[in-house]
Every structure is written in structure tokens, then in C-alpha cells.
């Protein structure tokens, strides 16, 4: 019976928390990248829209139609049908796409970077949700610990071997009631970060999320490789699209320069036994006032032009910049890490160990016992900080690069 119980438990539970198959559900779930993708859509969409043919006209008129009676000399009367398509020449329609296409390059642009922003989002709590499990089994150790301390405080004085043990006793258990009250306030923090993690998963909010399993952590990618991947970040691409787009917009301004052309074709009706007639035509208008509006359209796209170089150079000199900030913070998370995890908290736990077995023997003092047990407390929550650290900044070299920098 206890079996079955305990197995159905285990399906019961949430499965863990893996970071790769998390950043795969929020760069399709997340609200905001719906939101982009949204509006990639409709800038795809205008593609078709831009330089798109105008509609053919129809005209219909009567002519000479009669008041007052029939004279000899009279024109004969008519019904002239009459259809004009307006002609998009000169490259026109081609440059009005090449503009529309530029803006979907920065649309698209702008949904990478709300991928890794959000996906940036989620590894940050990501990582606060490991943090608080951690924490939570670092509080639970102490507790185990100091109830060992107030055990044995007990023996001590129910042994005439402690003067203060009940001193000792009653210390022990304020810091367990300390502690428990820790605990509560990580359960509560917990669900907090569960909701946002499953908003931007595209989950019920309330849905369980089980304990984070921490990825091996990448080996940090050189400093120049990491600085390089600044010269394709969304934000660059961004502006380099609004080059071609500006590019672009400056050629369609030129072909303005010529004039819009319509082709017409006409039927003559006549109603008084003449002969039917056809006609064809075409009218053009005359780009007379050029200096009013072509130059000033070519004017405008050059200042796009060369604002947009500048705002490459800008984005990729600040994404360069970031990714060295980015990478210098990863790197000594790693070493805090690493000299916690190899010396501090392996040497201060073999000193709580002595500490207690001299305690339990009654010839240790309580006091140093529980100053060891609050420093390994300490020591524990900064290699947590530490760990986090060293993921989110090594994650934010993908998010600022846009893409996954390789070690």
C-alpha cells in the first residue's frame, strides 16, 4: 500500500524545470512575442499593399441629346464609354516594395529582440526559482542542525553536565522559529515566480511548476569572440534596415521626377444611325513643381540615410560595450563560485562538524557552534547569489548578441 501511495505521488508531481525546454515554450508563448509577431504580420502584409496598381476608371457620358425638338443640322447624338488605367512606370512599383520590405527586415528585427528579452526575463526567474529551492533546503539544513543543538542541549541538562543548557535550549529554538518563519515567506515567494514563469510560458498562471534543475553551466566564450557578436545584434539589423528602407524611399523620390502616365481607350455609341467610332488616348501629368516636393523627398531620405548609419554605429558600439560588461560580471560570478564551492564552505562545514561532536561531548561551546552554523548559513546564500549571478550573466550575452554566442 505504502508503494502504490508513494507512486502516485511521483505522477502526481511536477515534472523539473529544464532551462532549454523553458526558453523553447516562452519564445512562442510569451504575450509580448504574440504581440510582435502581430505586428510582423501586418508589416508583411503592407508588402503586397505598396505600389500596388491603382483601379481602372470608367466613365460613362450622352452627348448631343436633343431639347426642344430635332433640327436637321443637329450633331448626331451619343454615348462615349470610357476606361483610363493608370500606369505605375519607372521602377516605381519596385522601390515602393523594396520600402515595404525594409520595414518587415525591422519588424522581424524587433520580435528577435522581444524573444530574448522575454526568454532573458525567464532565466532571471528561472534562476530565482532555483534560488528559493535552494534556499529553502539550505534553511531546512539548518533547522535539522540547530534541532540537533537543542537535542543535545537537553541531554546536556538533564546530564548536570550544562549550567546553561536551557539558556542554549531556548536560543535554539528562537533561531527555529526564525528560520521556519524563512521558510513560509520562500513558499510564498515561490508561487509568485511559478505565476510569471507560466504567463510567459503561455500557461494558467496557477499551474505547478516543479523544482528548477540548474543547467551545466557553459564555459564563458572568449572575450573578443563574445565582443564580436555586437556587429548583429536585433538593434543593428534594425538600423540597417532602415538604411535600405531609406535607400529605397531616395530612388522612388527620383522616379518622381517623371511624370504619371494613363492609357485610355473610348467607345462611341451614336444613336441616329451614324457609325459607331473607337478611341485610345494618354495623359500624363507634369512634375512641374519638383522643387517643391521631389527634392525635398530626396533631402529627407538622405537625413534617413545618415541617420541610420549613425544609429548602427551607435547600437553596435553600445552592444559591444555590453557584451564586455556582460562577460566581465559572468566571469567573476565563476570565480566567487568556485572559491566557495572548493574551499570556504567544504573547510567551514568540517569545522561545524568538529564544533558539534565537541558540543554533544559536553566540552564545546554553544555560542561558537552557532556562530559557524549562521556563517555557513551566510556562505551558503552567497555561492546561491553567485550561481545565480554567473547564469544570468551568461545569458546575457545571448540576449544582447540576439543569438546564442558560442563558447
Not at 549550567?163 to 542554549?168: K, L, Q
Not at 566581465?328 to 560570478?333: E, P, T
Amino acid at each position: 500500500m505504502f508503494a502504490v501511495t508513494a507512486a502516485f505521488l511521483v505522477v502526481l508531481a511536477p515534472a523539473p524545470l529544464r532551462l532549454p525546454e523553458l526558453l523553447a515554450e516562452v519564445g512562442e508563448g510569451a504575450p509580448e512575442v504574440d504581440v510582435a509577431e502581430a505586428d510582423v504580420d501586418v508589416r508583411r502584409a503592407a508588402v503586397g499593399v505598396a505600389g500596388a496598381w491603382e483601379d481602372p476608371q470608367l466613365s460613362v457620358m450622352t452627348e448631343a441629346i436633343p431639347i426642344g425638338g430635332m433640327s436637321e443640322d443637329a450633331d448626331p447624338t451619343m454615348i462615349s464609354y470610357r476606361i483610363g488605367q493608370p500606369l505605375n512606370l519607372f521602377g516605381r512599383r519596385t522601390f515602393a516594395k523594396r520600402v515595404a520590405k525594409s520595414e518587415v527586415a525591422r519588424g522581424e528585427a524587433g520580435l528577435r529582440r522581444t524573444r530574448w528579452d522575454a526568454r532573458a526575463q525567464a532565466v532571471s526567474l528561472f534562476y530565482e526559482l532555483w534560488m528559493v529551492d535552494e534556499m529553502g533546503r539550505i534553511v531546512d539544513e539548518q533547522i535539522a542542525l540547530l534541532e540537533r543543538m537543542r537535542e543535545a542541549g537537553l541531554a546536556l541538562v538533564k546530564a548536570g553536565m550544562g549550567s546553561m543548557g536551557h539558556h542554549d535550549v531556548l536560543r535554539a529554538e528562537s533561531e527555529i522559529a526564525v528560520m521556519e518563519a524563512e521558510r513560509a515567506s520562500l513558499e510564498d515567494e515561490r508561487l509568485a515566480i511559478a505565476a510569471m514563469l507560466n504567463t510567459l510560458r503561455g500557461r494558467d498562471v496557477d499551474e505547478a511548476i516543479g523544482p528548477a534543475e540548474l543547467p551545466t553551466s557553459d564555459p564563458l566564450p572568449e572575450l573578443d569572440v563574445a565582443a564580436a557578436a555586437a556587429d548583429g545584434t536585433p538593434e543593428v539589423a534594425a538600423a540597417r534596415a532602415m538604411k535600405e528602407g531609406a535607400t529605397a524611399q531616395r530612388e522612388l523620390a527620383r522616379r518622381m521626377y517623371w511624370p504619371m502616365v494613363m492609357v485610355e481607350a473610348e467607345y462611341e455609341q451614336n444613336l441616329d444611325g451614324m457609325p459607331d467610332g473607337v478611341g485610345i488616348g494618354i495623359s500624363v501629368t507634369i512634375p512641374l513643381w519638383w522643387w517643391d516636393r521631389q527634392d525635398n523627398e530626396i533631402a529627407m531620405a538622405r537625413a534617413m540615410e545618415r541617420a541610420a548609419d549613425r544609429e548602427e554605429d551607435a547600437m553596435t558600439k553600445m552592444a559591444n560595450a555590453e557584451l564586455r560588461m556582460a562577460w566581465s560580471r559572468a566571469r567573476a560570478s565563476e570565480r566567487t563560485v568556485g572559491a566557495l564551492e572548493d574551499a570556504a564552505i567544504p573547510k567551514l562545514r568540517e569545522t561545524i562538524a568538529s564544533i558539534e561532536s565537541a558540543y554533544i561531548a559536553g566540552t564545546g561551546d554553544f555560542i561558537s557552534l552557532l556562530d559557524a552554523v549562521m556563517e555557513l548559513k551566510e556562505l551558503e546564500g552567497k555561492r546561491v547569489e553567485a550561481v545565480v549571478r554567473r547564469g544570468v550573466a551568461r545569458f546575457e550575452l545571448d540576449r544582447i548578441a540576439g543569438e546564442e554566442v558560442a563558447p
